[in-house]
T-cell receptor, first 111, second 115 residues
């Protein structure tokens, strides 16, 4: 059973556009939600993370929006660039060392 | 530079052979993890270790074994019992106690294929 559901599986965006990736979860005990960026042949790298007591967190062109009541969170990439083309994973962490990852979204930004 | 080093980058296994993937970290992290990544399936946890000489099975531990004799090292052995070993293997580590919300840091992976 997938603890964290991620969509879409793939996304194509024009340069300068907004990329939006969504994740949903069921377990209300999750208390930390990181996003990872992975380039081909590399390991995932932490991009940005949010706690459930915050509705939005912004770092540069990357923003996490968090809707606790809907049990959903999303990553927004503003002014998307070809260099942002990568696979993005959302994750949810349970206190007690349990990590759950989404299935990933392959983002392609076309010039 | 602190980080996680996985080796080799590419590895080929013959039928009936055991192979060992190396993972070393100099971040002084307590917890270490092994994941398997297959296309369209995200990351699946194989084993994890919170302290030296202790480790726990993850969701897909069958056909794999690990050891944690040193804090810096967490090697993964893919045994001949693992019938479908072709995948990208990722090692990760994390600071803090089990009850702190710290993200994981990943190595650059080992791609294992069957000859």
């Amino acid at each position: 059973q997938q603890q964290v559901k991620q969509s879409p599986q793939s996304l194509i965006v024009q340069k300068g556009g907004i990329s939006i990736i969504n994740c949903a979860y069921e377990n209300t005990a999750f208390d930390y939600f990181p996003w990872y960026q992975q380039f081909p042949g590399k390991g995932p790298a932490l991009l940005i993370a949010i706690r459930p007591d915050v509705s939005e967190k912004k770092e540069g062109r990357f923003t996490i929006s968090f809707n606790k009541s809907a049990k959903q969170f999303s990553l927004h990439i503003m002014d998307s660039q070809p260099g942002d083309s990568a696979t993005y994973f959302c994750a949810a962490i349970l206190v007690g060392n349990q990590f759950y990852f989404g299935t990933g979204t392959s983002l392609t930004v076309i010039p | 530079d602190g980080g996680i080093t996985q080796s080799p980058k590419y590895l080929f296994r013959k039928e009936g052979q055991n192979v060992t993937l190396s993972c070393e970290q100099n971040l002084n992290h307590d917890a270490m993890y092994w994941y398997r990544q297959d296309p369209g399936q995200g990351l699946r946890l194989i084993y994890y270790s919170q302290i030296v000489n202790d480790f726990q099975k993850g969701d897909i531990a069958e056909g794999y074994s690990v050891s944690r004799e040193k804090k810096e090292s967490f090697p993964l052995t893919v045994t001949s019992a693992q019938k479908n070993p072709t995948a990208f293997y990722l090692c990760a580590s994390r600071q803090g106690s089990p009850y702190s919300n710290q993200p994981q840091h990943f190595g650059d992976g080992t791609r294992l294929s069957i000859l």
